[in-house]
């Protein structure tokens, strides 16, 4: 078997992968990155809406702070992000957006004087101010108290990715397409790198590397309809788990956005409610008002989305042939704003529904949408199990997000945590200690044993179906793990899971040549996806709350007495049927915001012994320091700079905080 050596061998070409091959590259360290498909056509292209950066150029974003996106993602996250993570990531935002500005990227502009803009179904007239003009603008998406929200029209993704892989390019990084990771070597302590398909001619190759770093995306297709792409599988997420050594953190978190176009799944923007839009129900009644009237149709995702689907189960759907939906109502923006600002969105009603949205409201409901859970890592991105292991992007649970994240948060996170975990791992590679003789004999015991599986495949005498199997399961998914969530019905979805994974390990293919072979890849697939639907349903079943996305009808209280903790799933023996959950505890004694109520949604919760005395411990700090400046503040409350890599350290400058403090 062929052997290729490298210092960081990064799985996946999406913003979080390229990004953190920059900065390993541009420390001296050779990177060799691999990609089911040419880098440019990963899901992050998708990204419509924007990227969040607390830069505070727009007037409605005046006043806007590391602070302010720290605690709308806190609340966001229904306390279950690590808040060191949380300023970590604030603080490195408004830097990665200059720095994709640097690397030319056509971040939408600010223009200065009046402009009109919608806010709650009425035309309103805001002034830019004059030396705002030609900074990067901002528009209001994610829930969030200030317009932040970097663009790129609506192809925010798609700009910053292309940017992303020309940089990539540019810094001579070795990129090898369409070629498949299909399992980490490792002797159960250190990680020495993967076994890679070819996915053109089949051959299997070893490549060997001092840091491996999974940055596969998400795994939006465990359910039958996601807005996710079709390579967003997981597989990242099953290389750790099948270590047996590595845990994936919070599985069960997975995030429903509420405006997917019925029936295809694809997402139109968040940024249309953003920028006005409104949700009705068959009526043409504006219902979000009803049931949220603060946030309204901006709540956050899981809310709008529960909120969608109750009033759905209260028969006001608008009926189709493929089931209830409501509307989304974009016509009060006008031509002139959906033809500059969500050109997208407008190319995706014509192309796969055939009406005009200037004109016409757009059928929407539900749908899966965005993996809060992922390979659990160290606020350096290192896994805590497996050395030399990193992970980053939406395959990680780093965990910023925990159990919901912010519109906007997610491609934010990709390049974030591409600059801090890159630096982490160039660290890593620098430190003489990490370095290793190739343990040839290791390497080669791996790729034998992916050989075999692979043989079993193509040459057994299995008998299952990998497409009905995968068919059966995201049915299973969608209808036992959705929105709303029972034990009863999850206890119903594991038992099923378990049985599709048996019945996965007797799968045949007709189709028996090596090389391409789509059903040979669903077969290796879909083995591996029934894993992590059950560490997704599974975790679900354990979890007796309701927090963020995770919604448990029998248990509708956020219970932080019980279950303020992160789940983490093990796959140590190959023959189970079930992954071994352990828990990790969050300690409301560091956390700088100690939990509360969100802002929107339910107002009951049941407390952890612990907040009242950090709720006055935090309360006093900030009394005994008024009159300080809010870097002091902030630092007396919840020290993380020094998680920070030294050249991440800096504080971002703002019109109205210009740095010459
Ligand atoms: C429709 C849509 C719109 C969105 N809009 C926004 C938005 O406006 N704002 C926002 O913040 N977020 C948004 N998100 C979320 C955000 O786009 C993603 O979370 C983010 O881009 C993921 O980036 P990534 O680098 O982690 O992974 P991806 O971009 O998904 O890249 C994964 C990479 O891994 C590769 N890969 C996977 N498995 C393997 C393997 N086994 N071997 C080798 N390579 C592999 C793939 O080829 C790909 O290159 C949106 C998501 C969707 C679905």
Not at 65 to 81: L, P, Q, Y
Not at 245 to 266: R, S
Not at 558 to 569: E, I, N, P, V
Not at 588 to 615: F, N, S
């Amino acid at each position: 078997m062929k052997t290729i050596v490298t210092d960081v061998l990064v799985i996946g070409g999406g913003l979080a992968g390229l990004r953190l091959g920059v900065g390993a590259k541009r420390r001296g360290h050779d990177v060799t990155l691999l990609s089911l498909v040419p880098p440019k056509r990963s899901h992050s292209a998708a990204a419509q809406g924007g990227m969040q950066a607390s830069l505070a150029n727009v007037i409605k974003g005046q006043g806007d702070t590391e602070d302010i996106h720290f605690e709308d993602t806190v609340r966001g996250s229904d306390w279950g992000a690590d808040q060191d993570v949380v300023r970590m990531f604030v603080n490195t935002s408004p830097k990665a957006v200059r720095e994709l500005a640097a690397w030319g990227c056509p971040w939408s502009r600010i223009t200065k004087g009046d402009r009109e803009v919608i806010i709650n179904s009425q035309k309103v007239t805001i002034t830019e101010r004059d030396e705002a003009q030609g900074l990067i603008a901002q528009r209001d998406f994610g829930g969030t108290k200030k317009w932040r929200t970097c663009y790129v029209s609506d192809g925010t993704g798609h700009a910053m990715l292309f940017t992303a892989s020309d940089r990539a390019i540019a810094e001579k990084i070795d990129i090898h397409e369409r070629k498949e990771a299909l399992a980490l070597i490792h002797d159960g302590s250190r990680c020495y790198g993967a076994i890679v398909r070819d996915l053109i001619t089949g051959e299997l190759v070893a490549y060997v590397a001092k840091a491996t770093a999974i940055a596969t995306g998400g795994a939006g297709r465990l359910y039958r309809v996601s807005t996710n792409a079709v390579i967003c599988e997981g597989m990242g997420h099953a290389l750790a788990l099948e270590t047996g050594v590595a845990p994936l953190g919070n599985m069960e978190a997975v995030q429903f956005h509420p405006t997917a176009i019925v029936p295809a799944g694809i997402l139109v923007t968040e940024g249309c409610r953003g920028d006005g839009g409104l949700l009705r129900d068959v009526d043409g009644h504006r219902f979000m008002p009803d049931y949220e009237p603060e946030k309204k149709e901006l709540a956050s995702r899981d809310v709008v989305s529960r909120r969608m689907e109750e009033h759905i189960l209260k028969g006001k759907g608008a009926k189709s042939r493929f089931g209830d939906h409501l509307w989304l109502d974009i016509t009060l923006l006008g031509r002139h704003h959906i033809e500059h600002n969500l050109r997208e969105v407008k190319e995706i009603c014509e192309s796969f529904l055939g009406i005009d949205p200037a004109e016409k409201w757009i059928p929407v409901r539900p749908a899966q949408h965005y993996t809060m859970g992922g390979v659990r890592t160290n606020p350096t991105g290192e896994s805590r199990t497996l050395k030399g292991l990193f992970a980053a992007g939406e395959a990680a649970c780093w965990d910023m997000h925990g159990f919901n994240r912010l519109g906007g948060n997610s491609v934010a996170e990709t390049v974030v945590a591409g600059m801090i975990v890159g630096e982490y791992i160039a660290d890593f590679c620098d430190n003489i200690g990490n370095s290793f003789d190739i343990p040839m004999g290791l390497v080669k015991e791996f790729g034998r044993r992916e050989e075999a599986k692979l043989n079993v495949l193509l040459k057994g005498t299995g008998t299952e179906n990998a497409f009905k199997l995968n068919m059966e399961m995201q049915d299973t998914m969608t209808r036992c793990v959705g929105i709303f969530r029972s034990g009863e019905a999850l206890q119903e979805g594991v038992a099923k899971l378990q049985e599709l994974l048996v019945r996965s390990r007797n799968i045949g293919v007709s189709n028996r040549v090596p090389g391409v072979n789509p059903e040979l890849v669903m077969a290796y697939r879909v083995q591996k996806m029934i894993k992590l639907a059950l560490t997704v349903s599974y975790g679900a079943l354990q979890r007796t709350e309701s927090r963020g996305a995770h919604f448990r009808r029998d248990f509708p209280h956020r219970d932080d007495q019980q279950w303020l903790k992160r789940t983490l799933s093990f796959w140590r023996d190959d023959n189970a049927t079930l992954p071994e959950l352990e828990y990790e505890d969050l300690d409301v004694m560091k956390m700088e915001l100690p939990p509360g109520w969100r802002g929107y949604g339910a107002k009951d919760y049941i407390d952890h012994p612990d907040t009242p005395k950090r709720a006055a411990e935090v309360e006093e700090i900030k009394q005994r320091m008024a009159g300080q400046d809010r870097y002091a503040v902030q630092n007396a409350i919840m020290s993380y700079t020094d998680k920070l890599p030294a050249k991440l350290r800096g504080l971002n400058e703002r019109i109205d905080e210009p740095l010459d403090r």
